[in-house]
């Protein structure tokens, strides 16, 4: 059980699109979850790089599929989600005047939510196959899993818990998230050096929700921004953070996930006196399919012709037809090129 609490979930890069189309949050929403997966959903900083190369050059500000939900959680930094294990002291977390949004370690490995301002030193974390420990000019102490997997790291010089967060993705992964009560040990044996100080670690309080579902906890706030809104937008004049922003306010947007592709098959008989086994003929005839379905606004399709097991697109038919030629009736055949599938693929 404990290695299967410590595995690292593995998280599949997200495939992003820019919409260049302004739409409130919601249209953007509707719009991504019919053309592609949902809005989009950032899961590391390696999702916050992809989103920002995918809108390149783009100055205006973007929706993502974040929005502020309803009840508070508490979250980890690293994007791992709600936090299953806590070490709270007494009586907490109280969230006194409503203000108290993170979280500090005492030197006994019991926790405290405190107000996110106020300056203590913090614990970041890195995976690592070593498992030595190391003392660098006094000012932090590296502290290895037994199992070789992650390191804690302690920085004693004072940070507010955002700035913290800033450090700690800069030079290492993340703040530090305690999944056990030996981890929470682990870094307990670490503060021998930070007595009777108290540290940060990676939890906050959060109320956003994915518009995928998905519970994952990463969050790339612009610092000291002024606005305000139940959506978030990136922007990436500021080295792609997000804003808070109003809903109703149009905006571009990136979807996330494949093209979604609707296929329709279409049987047909025509009935013809050329030969539509010529491929020549029968690309010509598709083209005119086209084009009638374009004068009629279907737009943003593809057709293609389904080849039957032989590789044939049409095939041929007789039939008999009845002619009336002065008093008597004669009858004839006639060549009907038949071919039943033609493909309309909508995006």
Avoid at 182 to 197: H, Q
Avoid at 248 to 270: D, E, H, S
Wanted: aromatic share 10%; with cysteine.
């Amino acid at each position: 059980m404990e290695q299967l609490q410590n595995a690292i979930p593995f998280i599949v890069p997200q495939q992003y699109h820019l919409i260049n189309h302004s739409l409130t949050w919601y249209e953007a929403q509707s719009y991504c979850r019919v053309k592609y997966t949902d809005l989009a959903t950032v899961n590391n900083m390696d999702d916050k790089n992809s989103l920002v190369n995918t809108l390149g050059s783009h100055v205006t500000n973007s929706w993502i599929g974040l929005q502020k939900g309803g009840a508070s959680r508490w979250m980890w930094s690293d994007g791992s989600g709600r936090a299953q294990f806590t070490k709270w002291s007494d009586g907490e977390p109280n969230n006194v005047a409503g203000n108290e949004q993170c979280v500090e370690m005492s030197e006994t490995g019991s926790w405290n939510d405190i107000p996110c301002e106020e300056i203590k030193g913090y614990v970041c974390y890195e995976p690592t196959q070593s498992q030595t420990f190391v003392m660098v000019n006094g000012l932090h102490q590296i502290l290895c899993d037994q199992d070789g997997k992650r390191r804690y790291v302690y920085y004693s010089g004072g940070r507010s818990w955002v700035n913290s967060q800033d450090l700690c993705r800069s030079k290492r992964t993340d703040m530090a998230d305690v999944r056990s009560e030996t981890e929470n040990s682990r870094i307990v044996n670490l503060a021998k050096t930070w007595l009777p100080n108290k540290v940060w670690i990676g939890l906050f309080r959060d109320t956003w929700m994915w518009s995928d579902g998905r519970e994952t906890s990463f969050r790339y706030w612009l610092r000291d921004s002024h606005s305000w809104g139940d959506c978030a937008s990136v922007a990436v004049s500021q080295q792609g953070r997000w804003v808070e922003t109003q809903c109703n306010q149009k905006a571009t947007f990136v979807c996330q996930g494949g093209l979604k592709v609707k296929k329709m098959v279409i049987r047909i008989k025509v009935r013809s006196g050329v030969d539509l086994t010529d491929s020549t003929v029968s690309s010509t005839l598709l083209k005119k399919l086209e084009i009638s379905l374009k004068h009629q606004s279907v737009t943003d399709f593809k057709l293609t012709w389904q080849n039957d097991k032989g590789g044939h697109v049409f095939q041929r038919q007789q039939v008999k037809v009845a002619e009336k030629k002065e008093c008597s009736s004669l009858s004839r055949t006639a060549n009907v090129i038949s071919r039943q599938v033609l493909e309309f693929k909508s995006n």
